[in-house]
């Protein structure tokens, strides 16, 4: 999942950088949507796999 985010994150600045803003824009937002999944599913596998 971080990986797909990191992907999304470099096409995001490439988009930019060569000034296609819309793509640059969505692309954006997708990375920042599956980094929250991936800090969400992170935080999720912590507490179950504690034994206590």
């Known amino acids: 999942m971080l990986n797909y985010a990191i992907i999304f994150f470099v ?3 490439i988009a ?3 000034g ?3 793509i640059a824009g969505s692309a954006s937002s997708i990375a920042q949507i ?3 999944i991936f ?3 992170a935080v999720i596998s ?3 796999g504690r034994k206590v």
Do not use: K
Request: net charge positive; charged share 5%; glycine share 12%.
């Open 20 to 22: 296609f803003g819309g």
């Open 16 to 18: 930019a950088v060569l």
């Open 39 to 41: 800090l969400i599913l």
């Open 11 to 13: 096409i995001a600045i």
């Open 46 to 48: 912590f507490f179950r």
């Open 34 to 36: 599956l980094f929250v």
